[in-house]
């Protein structure tokens, strides 16, 4: 491989550049980050307004990775062909559109429309970000620069979380994500602060790859998306068809890992031939970068799932506001955002391998610590310990493991090493959030069926006028709501009541063990990551 990006000479690592064009890339990271981070607190909000279930929420942020993921790896070959400013400037203008559908939208499915536009934006800010980093910074302040970015897309999240949560309640959470299209006007004034560069009109589009890459992301997201609604294995009355008796959803997941599969022998073949592939495989060809992109995977995944699992337990079950959200929240992101930069500083004392080990160590004590001590109020002590010590495993870690995907490629291909990043981080983040949600839910029924059938009070009537077979979450307001049009008398109803929130309670601990048990598994890809400081990297 090229030289290392931490390895610089001490002559390069002395030179320091202005910090001006680093704002405008963590800019535009926070841009999507803060797009991301607005949809589970505008949740309560975005319910009333279109009548649909929470998850309809989560549908929005997995079409949103699945527009980034499935089609990121095409932004970064036509950054490279027309140059990373001038690309820059297009997607964040195209990013200021889909803030204006999400605006106006009179409709759920306006709404989704404008999720998914925003992913075609994000498919061409996530890679060229990291190439606008390679062309501005070197040395010790690229890595820098690598931890800031990290932080961009954490502080996102704070901002999302106050202003979001604080204009939600307030206002209106279409004017939440109003403040995104000013910002996106302001990004495009300051762009002009970037160095100009020069288009590749030489690199060729490998057609026939973004289709096998496309389709397979596309299918493996649709797929896990679809686990709670088609079902996990067997179909259900929700799937449009089965396959030999078998979910739809499971099925889609296993033909998009071929898909998948096939994208990346093709890839092999075109370099073989000396053509340009969608992605250059060198950034994935040792072990070591792929346990690298896995562990990323898997804390990203992590992050979705509880800022998936948080607003719905608060807004929905709880049914406070979208501020209540915000206050509950602000420990961990916080907490995320100043890891994010402050882990850099342990780089010459630790190895990759030993900072992610006890990072991902961290998160599985505070997920684990989370389930024992949740109840029905998130501003106890505990709770807040618990997010503390997952938000500092999972700062470190995604600037950590970023840092790594940087370090062992050359500059070259930045622009592939942030195809990696953003197909990884976006495709966890669908997954994660997908995951957890059929998870509570299949949980939460299943406790629900389990209570009422063994119930003397809950009558054989009273279950088939609720419908057992399709339940979510539901509010106590809300719970009381949809007992009030059927036979339920005072006493049933009081029970009602009981059985739900116990059942709640039991899916949110349940939630939080799996992804406790899901970080120490995580440990076992940390063991490939480099066992050496950036002084000690060799150069070639």
Excluded at 367 to 384: E, G
């Amino acid at each position: 491989m090229g030289s290392k990006a931490l390895s610089a000479s001490p002559e390069l690592e002395e030179t320091r550049d202005s910090w001006i064009p680093m704002i405008v890339i963590a800019m535009g990271q926070m841009l999507m980050s803060f797009n991301v981070a607005s949809l589970p607190v505008s949740m309560g909000g975005m319910v009333e307004s279109f009548g649909v279930p929470p998850t309809t929420i989560g549908t929005a942020v997995v079409l949103y990775s699945l527009g980034v993921s499935g089609f990121i790896m095409l932004g970064a070959k036509l950054g490279q062909r027309f140059g990373s400013k001038i690309f820059f400037q297009a997607a964040v203008g195209l990013f200021l559109l889909a803030m204006v559908t999400m605006v106006v939208s009179p409709t759920a499915e306006i709404m989704l429309a404008g999720q998914g536009l925003a992913g075609f934006a994000g498919a061409a800010l996530v890679p060229t970000l990291v190439v606008l980093i390679a062309d501005h910074y070197r040395g010790k302040q690229q890595a820098e620069a690598v931890g800031w970015l990290g932080s961009a897309r954490a502080i996102a999240g704070v901002l999302a979380f106050v202003i979001v949560g604080t204009v939600a309640t307030f206002l209106s959470w279409r004017w939440a994500f109003g403040l995104l299209i000013v910002h996106s006007a302001a990004i495009l004034l300051l762009s002009t602060r970037l160095k100009t560069s020069v288009g590749k009109p030489h690199v060729g589009i490998d057609v026939f790859g973004v289709v096998l890459s496309a389709v397979g992301i596309i299918f493996i997201t649709f797929g896990f998306n679809n686990l709670r609604n088609w079902g996990v294995l067997l179909p259900r009355p929700a799937a449009p068809f089965d396959l030999a008796g078998i979910s739809p959803a499971p099925v889609l997941i296993v033909i998009g890992i071929a898909f998948v599969a096939a994208f990346l022998a093709w890839s092999q073949r075109q370099s073989s031939r000396g053509k340009t592939p969608l992605m250059a495989l060198e950034v994935v060809d040792s072990p070591r970068e792929w346990m690298t992109a896995l562990a990323l995977f898997l804390i990203v995944g992590v992050e979705g799932a509880i800022n998936f699992a948080v607003p719905l337990y608060i807004q929905i079950v709880q049914g406070r506001p979208a501020f209540q959200t915000s206050i509950a929240m602000m420990p961990f992101m916080l907490t995320v955002f100043f890891t994010a930069i402050l882990i850099v500083r342990l780089y010459n004392r630790f190895t990759p391998r030993q900072i992610a080990s006890a990072a991902f160590v961290l998160v599985a004590i505070g997920t684990a610590w989370l389930a024992y001590t949740v109840r029905n109020d998130w501003s106890v002590p505990p709770v807040v310990v618990g997010l503390v010590i997952v938000g500092l495993g999972q700062g470190a870690l995604v600037t950590l493991l970023f840092n790594v995907l940087v370090t062992a490629a050359p500059k070259e291909l930045a622009g592939d090493v942030g195809s990696l990043r953003g197909v990884t981080q976006n495709l966890a983040a669908a997954v994660g959030t997908a995951l957890v949600g059929a998870l509570l839910v299949g949980i939460l029924s299943m406790s629900i069926v389990a209570n009422a059938t063994n119930n003397p009070v809950i009558t054989a009537e009273l279950k088939n006028e609720v419908d057992l077979t399709n339940l979510n979450f539901f509010s106590d307001v809300q719970l009381k709501d949809r007992l009030g049009n059927t036979s339920a008398t005072s006493s049933q109803m009081e029970e009602a009541l009981i059985i739900n929130a116990e059942a709640r309670i039991r899916a949110l601990k349940i939630g939080f063990m799996c992804l406790s048990c899901l970080a120490v598994l995580a440990l076992l890809p940390c063991r490939w990551l480099p066992a050496y400081r950036p002084g000690e990297i060799p150069t070639s």
